[in-house]
């Protein structure tokens, strides 16, 4: 069973950044998509980043693309999202997500394991 624990949310002023990992436990991460969703207060969980098993593939949301990166580190199991020009937009509950496929996908159906989620909240 994979576990999954994000970190690194929190309270930033607009236009500020923040950078979330995720660590993976009780699988084979390497071999694994990963993904970050978002949900906010009233609003269906959205897709914001995806990346292939080895780091060579991403994908974004239109929203965040430029501002928002995200990278894996397969040696310590852990995936991240650097969240840079952040706007109050971007609040929300950020969640980590793993799919036994390799690929990088926006699907949330395609993804078998989900953390708890970190906040990230952005004041004006």
């Known amino acids: 069973q994979v576990q999954l624990v994000e970190s690194g949310g929190g309270l930033v002023q607009a236009g500020g950044s923040l950078r979330l990992s995720c660590a993976a436990s009780?699988?084979?991460?390497?071999?694994?998509?990963m993904g970050w969703f978002r949900q906010a207060p009233g609003k269906e969980r959205e897709f914001v980043a995806s990346?292939?098993?080895?780091?060579?593939?991403?994908d974004y949301q239109g929203s965040v693309r430029g501002r928002f990166t995200i990278s894996r580190d397969n040696a310590k199991s852990t995936v991240y999202l650097q969240m840079n020009s952040l706007k109050q937009e971007d609040t929300a509950i950020y969640f980590c997500?793993?799919?036994?496929?390799?690929?990088?996908?926006?699907?949330?159906?395609?993804?078998?394991?989900w953390g708890q989620g970190t906040q990230v909240t952005v004041s004006s």
């Open positions: 009780g699988g084979t991460f390497s071999d694994s998509g």
């Open positions: 997500a793993a799919s036994r496929a390799g690929v990088a996908t926006p699907y949330a159906g395609h993804y078998n394991y």
């Open positions: 990346i292939n098993w080895s780091g060579s593939g991403t």
